[in-house]
């Protein structure tokens, strides 16, 4: 009787002690625990780098709204910004890495470079977002075939678990991230697709090789 009586106050104990710990939550607090369980159903036991992830809080956004062009400001204009952060986009024939800003909204995904905006990808339309288990930053968003859409966006961050759970969560996508082992497959448009390898080496590096295929090191 007394293990049984024990046991019971134990448990309320615990559910005093937890309750008190969520009603003490504050409003960014619990938003940041919510992004963070997101997180680790798309990539715990999956990529490199999400242990040493979970102790790194994620910011609202790595940009503010004031530091987007005010042509991009306009061409948005109507959307509700959410999410803003600096990326390295491969070019899908070449490979060539350029700067570019990646903006969320409520409803969109922006490519951006500088006042003009390369690419919109509407979440309705998004077909799934790739990454590998490794440690490198490289995601592939995965964009419908038709003429609207130039081919899948080939992007490096340096925040990937922050960006990769944004953007899923704004999309409502959060079942179509992959994490790809070796090597994945990209759509490079009219029809045409490429092939990403994924591979360990002394240093981090990202090129094109022999072969034509984008090698992520």
Same mark, same amino acid.
């Given at each position: ?9 134990? *448990?309320?104990?615990? #559910?005093? !002690? =937890? ?8 409003? @960014?607090?619990?938003?940041?625990? $919510? ?10 036991g999956k990529k490199e780098g999400y242990l040493e992830s979970l102790s790194q ?38 490979? *060539?890495?350029?700067? #570019?800003? !990646? =903006? ?8 951006? @470079?500088?006042?003009?905006?390369? $690419? ?10 790739s990454t590998s288990n490794l440690s490198d930053g490289i995601v592939v968003i ?27 969560i704004l999309a409502n996508k959060q079942s179509l991230v992959k994490v790809v *082992?070796?090597?994945? #497959?990209?759509? =490079? ?29």
């Amino acid at each position: 009787f007394l293990m049984q009586t024990s046991e019971m106050l134990q *448990k309320i104990c615990i #559910r005093n !002690l =937890v309750r008190k710990y969520c009603r003490g939550l504050t409003a @960014e607090r619990k938003v940041q625990l $919510q992004q963070k369980v997101v997180t680790s159903a798309v990539f715990s036991g999956k990529k490199e780098g999400y242990l040493e992830s979970l102790s790194q809080p994620f910011l609202e956004t790595r940009l503010k709204e004031n530091d987007l062009n005010p042509k991009v400001l306009q061409l948005i204009r109507g959307e509700n910004i959410k999410y803003v952060t600096p990326v390295v986009k491969y070019d899908r024939n070449g490979f *060539k890495a350029r700067e #570019r800003l !990646l =903006v969320l909204t409520q409803s969109s995904a922006y490519v951006v @470079e500088m006042a003009k905006i390369k $690419q919109k990808i509407e979440y309705s339309t998004l077909k799934g977002i790739s990454t590998s288990n490794l440690s490198d930053g490289i995601v592939v968003i995965h964009v419908p075939e038709d003429k609207q859409q130039k081919g899948d966006v080939i992007l490096q961050c340096e925040h990937l678990f922050e960006t990769v759970t944004k953007l899923c969560i704004l999309a409502n996508k959060q079942s179509l991230v992959k994490v790809v *082992k070796g090597s994945l #497959r990209f759509r =490079v448009g009219s029809g045409k697709e490429g092939t990403m390898v994924f591979t360990v080496g002394p240093e981090p590096q990202v090129f094109k090789d022999k072969t034509g295929q984008l090698t992520v090191v």
